[in-house]
C-alpha cells in the first residue's frame, strides 16, 4: 500500500472499499509472532545440516576444501552397477547402430548423444527428432506437443528464435560437459539407507541439461520389474508430452533456470558457484517414538498460524516442507502443479534428487539444503503461471550453501477421507513427520514451516494433519509456523486449539489417546447401520477433542498408566521415554554424522537390510490395501448386521476388525486376515488421479527399453 506524496494515505478504492495501509489492516496471522518461532534469533543463525565434509554416508563429488568457485569436480574410478546412477557418458554406456548396410554395431551411447546434439536444431520438430535418435525405442510414442505448442503458439517468434539460436545451444554445451564437470560415480540414494550426496550447482545444471535432453539411460523403461521402477522419472520427455497451461508455465520456468546458469561461449560469469546437498534419513526401530508415553506439552511449542503467505516466502530461515510424492518431484514432470511440483520447477535444482533418490518408505524422508529459487510465480495448478526471475539473496552458510533447507515428506494418499482416522495410519503419518522434522544438530532446531500437508491431492483433513505436524513439532521441541493457504476459519479453529492444549497443559500422549478414541468413533460410525447412530457418532474432530479434555478430570494418583497416575506424572518430569527410545536420549552417538541418523553398530556403508527396517507397514502400498480391506470390512459389517438385525454381529476378526477381545486388529494383522481371504489384493487399486498427484511409475505403459538388451 503506498503512502501518497503528501504522506496522507492515498485515497485508493477497490470493490470492496478503501485499501486499508498493511498496519490497519486485519492480522492475517494469529499464535505469537515470527519472531518467537525464530527463537528471538536472525532468521538464518541457526544451521539445519552441518557443514559438509565427505565420509563414507556422505559422497562429495567436488574437491573439499573449495578453493575455486564453482568448486572443481571431485575425481575416482567411473563405476556402472546398481549403486550409482548410470551416466550417459559411461563407457559401458552403448548402443545398437545400423550401418547404411543394414548391419548393426554397437557403439558408445555418448559418442551418438554427441552427433546428434551437435547438429544445427532450428525447431522444436528437430529437437524431438535429435533427442529421438538416441531414444530409438520411443520414436512411435514420444511426441513433445507440449514443446511444439510452446514454441509453435505461446512464445512468439523472436523468443523461439533466441531460444534455438542461443539458449539451447548454451544448454547443449553445458550437458556435452557431463565427463569433466561429473568425474566421480554419483551414489544413488536408496532405501533403508542413511546417505547423503552434495553436488555443485554447477554439476546439477550439467545433469539437469542432460535429463533436458533425456540422455539417461534405462530410465525411461516402466516396466514393474525394471531396474529404476522405484525411482522418480528424470528424463524431461513426459513433461514435453503433456498438456495443458501449467506445463508450458513449467516449462517456462526451467528454460528461464537455464537462461540463468548455462554460461555463454564468452562469459561464464553466471554460472552459480554454491553447493547443495541431498540427505535422505531412512528411520531405524530405536528411533520411533511411542506417541503414546510422549510427555511433552503441545501448548509450549511456538506456534503462527497465518491464513496468507506461502511456505517458501514466509517460511525463509525455517525447515520448510515439500509435500511430497514418494517418488520425488511427483508429476513436475508431467502434468502436476501443486505445491511439490511448484517448489521444483521455482527451485529447479532440487529436480536433480529425482535422478537418484529412490522413492521413500513409510519412515523416510529427504533433506535438500542450498538449492537456489530462480522464478516467480502467480496462481496455483491450473492457474500457475510463471512470472519472471527471481533473484534469490538467501545467505549461503560456510559450505556454500544457500540457506533454504527443505524437507520431502511423503502423505499418504486417502481415497476415502474416513481412513485417516484409523490409529495405524495416524501412526504412519506422525512417524512420517517425525522423521523429517527431527533435527540431529547440538543448537537449537530452527523452526517448522509447513501447512495442508496430504490435504490437497491426496484428500487428506487438515484439521488432523494439523494437530500430527504440532505433535511431532512438540516431541522434537521445533517452533511451528503453520499456513492455511486463506483458510481463516481454519486458522482460528487450529489457534484455539493451541490456546485449549495451553490452558489444559494437554500433553502429546493425551491428545494421542483422543485421536485414538476418535477413531474408534468413526469406525463405529462408518459401520452404523441407523442414521440417528450416524449423526450420534458423526463428530467433528475439534469438537470431540474439546469435549474430552474438559471431561479429562484429574485421575487418582495411582491409577497404573494414567496420566493422573504418579508414573505418568514422574515421566512427564523426565524427558520422553518409551519403549523405543527417543533419538534425543542418544544424542551423542549422532555426533559423527549429525545430519544423519545414528549409524547402527554395525551399519557400514553396504545397505542395512530390510529387515532391519521398522516394524510398520512394509509398504504404503500394503497402506492403500488395508483402506481397501477396510472399505471390504466397513461393507461386510453393515451387511453382516442388516442380516442379523437381532443378534449382535459375531465378532470375526475378518469383519468386524477386532479379535475376540474387541481390540482393534493391528493394520499387519488385517492385512493378513484380509490377504488369506484373498478380499485384499496385493496391490492397490489405481490411485484416482488428482490433479497434481503423479501417476505411479506403476500405473504407465510397460515400456521396454532398448537399452536394457544392449547393456
Ligand atoms: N505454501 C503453503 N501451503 C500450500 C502451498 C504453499 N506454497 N501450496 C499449496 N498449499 C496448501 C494448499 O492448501 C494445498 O491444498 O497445501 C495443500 C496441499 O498441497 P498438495 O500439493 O495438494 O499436497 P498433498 O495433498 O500432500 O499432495 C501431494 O501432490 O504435489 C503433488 O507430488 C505431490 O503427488 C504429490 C501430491
Not at 522419472?233 to 503433456?242: A, V
Amino acid at each position: 500500500m503506498s503512502q501518497s506524496p503528501d504522506g496522507g494515505i492515498s485515497k485508493m478504492e477497490t470493490d470492496e472499499g478503501p485499501v486499508l495501509p498493511v498496519d490497519y489492516r486485519p492480522q492475517s496471522w494469529r499464535g505469537l509472532p515470527m519472531e518467537a518461532i525464530h527463537r528471538q534469533r536472525q532468521p538464518f543463525e541457526l544451521e539445519h545440516l552441518p557443514a559438509v565434509t565427505a565420509g563414507n554416508l556422505h559422497r562429495v563429488m567436488y574437491q573439499l576444501p573449495i578453493r575455486d568457485t564453482p568448486p572443481r569436480p571431485h575425481k575416482s574410478p567411473g563405476k556402472w552397477d546398481s549403486e550409482h546412477v548410470r551416466l550417459p557418458c559411461a563407457p559401458e554406456s552403448k548402443y545398437p547402430r545400423e550401418a547404411a548396410d543394414g548391419s548393426t554395431s554397437i557403439d558408445s551411447r555418448w559418442g551418438m548423444i554427441e552427433r546428434a546434439l551437435l547438429q544445427p536444431i532450428e525447431s522444436s520438430e528437430e529437437l524431438q527428432n535429435a533427442i529421438l535418435s538416441y531414444n530409438t525405442t520411443y520414436r512411435d510414442q514420444w511426441h513433445f506437443r507440449a514443446l511444439h505448442q510452446l514454441f509453435e503458439e505461446e512464445l512468439d517468434e523472436s523468443e523461439t528464435r533466441v531460444f534455438f539460436e542461443d539458449l539451447l545451444p548454451r544448454i547443449i554445451r553445458l550437458a556435452l560437459r557431463l565427463p569433466d564437470l561429473i568425474q566421480s560415480p554419483v551414489p544413488l540414494l536408496k532405501q533403508h539407507k542413511n546417505a547423503s550426496l552434495s553436488l555443485s550447482q554447477q554439476q546439477i545444471a550439467c545433469l539437469l541439461a542432460n535429463a533436458f535432453l533425456c540422455t539417461f539411460p534405462r530410465r525411461n523403461t516402466l516396466k514393474r520389474k525394471s531396474e529404476y521402477s522405484s525411482f522418480p522419472d528424470i528424463n524431461f520427455n513426459r513433461l514435453y508430452q503433456s498438456t495443458g497451461q501449467a506445463v508450458l508455465e513449467k516449462l517456462k520456468c526451467i528454460m528461464h533456470y537455464f537462461r540463468r546458469v548455462c554460461p555463454t561461449e564468452r562469459d561464464a560469469s553466471n554460472v552459480p558457484t554454491g553447493v547443495v546437498t541431498f540427505v535422505r534419513r531412512s528411520g531405524m526401530p530405536e528411533h520411533l517414538i511411542d506417541w503414546s508415553q510422549s510427555a511433552a506439552p503441545l501448548g509450549d511449542v511456538p506456534l503462527h498460524v497465518d491464513a496468507e503467505g506461502t511456505i517458501e516466502d514466509e517460511g525463509i530461515g525455517l525447515l520448510q516442507v515439500d509435500f511430497a510424492n514418494k517418488y520425488l518431484g511427483g508429476g513436475v514432470l508431467g502434468h502436476g502443479c501443486v505445491q511439490e511440483e511448484i517448489r521444483f520447477v521455482i527451485c529447479p535444482e532440487l529436480l536433480v534428487s529425482k535422478l537418484f533418490t529412490e522413492s521413500l518408505r513409510p519412515f523416510e524422508a529427504l533433506v535438500m539444503l542450498g538449492a537456489e529459487r530462480y522464478s516467480n510465480y502467480t496462481g496455483y495448478a491450473g492457474s500457475f503461471a510463471w512470472s519472471g526471475n527471481c533473484e534469490d539473496a538467501t545467505p549461503r552458510d560456510s559450505s556454500h550453501r544457500r540457506q533454504t533447507a527443505i524437507v520431502a515428506i511423503d502423505a499418504l494418499h486417502f481415497a476415502q477421507s474416513q481412513h485417516q482416522y484409523r490409529e495405524d495410519l495416524m501412526e504412519r503419518e506422525l512417524n512420517k513427520a517425525y522423521i523429517g522434522f527431527v533435527h540431529w544438530m547440538d543448537m537449537p532446531p530452527p523452526g517448522v514451516a509447513t501447512g495442508n500437508w496430504g490435504c490437497g491431492a491426496f484428500g487428506g483433513d487438515s484439521y488432523l494433519k494439523a494437530l500430527l505436524q504440532l505433535m511431532v513439532c512438540a516431541q522434537l521441541g521445533r517452533p511451528l509456523a503453520y499456513y492455511t493457504f486463506g483458510n481463516t476459519d481454519f486458522r482460528d479453529d487450529f489457534h484455539d486449539m493451541w490456546l485449549l492444549f495451553q490452558s489444559e497443559a494437554t500433553t502429546v500422549q493425551q491428545l494421542w489417546s483422543i485421536l485414538r478414541s476418535y477413531s474408534q468413533l468413526m469406525k463405529e460410525h462408518s459401520s452404523a447401520k441407523e442414521p440417528r447412530e450416524q449423526k450420534a457418532t458423526k463428530k467433528k474432530l475439534y469438537e470431540f477433542i474439546k469435549e474430552e479434555l474438559k471431561k479429562a478430570t484429574p485421575v487418582e494418583a495411582g491409577t497404573p498408566g494414567t496420566s493422573g497416575s504418579a508414573e505418568a506424572k514422574s515421566e512427564s518430569k523426565a524427558s520422553v521415554t518409551s519403549a523405543k527410545t527417543s533419538p534425543e536420549v542418544n544424542k551423542k552417538t549422532t555426533q559423527q554424522s549429525p545430519d544423519l541418523f545414528p549409524p547402527q553398530s554395525s551399519q557400514d556403508d553396504s545397505d542395512s537390510s530390510p529387515e532391519q527396517g521398522i516394524l510398520m507397514l512394509s509398504d504404503d502400498e500394503e497402506a492403500n490395501a488395508m483402506m481397501e480391506a477396510a472399505s471390504l470390512e466397513a461393507k461386510n459389517s453393515k451387511e453382516a448386521s442388516n442380516s442379523s438385525s437381532s443378534a449382535p454381529a459375531k465378532s470375526n476378526s475378518s469383519t468386524t476388525g477386532t479379535v475376540s477381545g474387541g481390540r482393534q486388529l493391528t493394520l499387519l494383522e488385517m492385512l493378513d486376515t484380509h490377504y488369506e481371504k484373498g478380499q485384499a489384493s496385493k496391490r492397490p487399486r489405481k490411485a484416482a488421479n488428482a490433479e497434481g498427484q503423479a501417476k505411479s511409475r506403476k500405473e504407465n505403459n510397460d515400456v521396454q527399453d532398448k537399452e536394457d538388451f544392449v547393456d
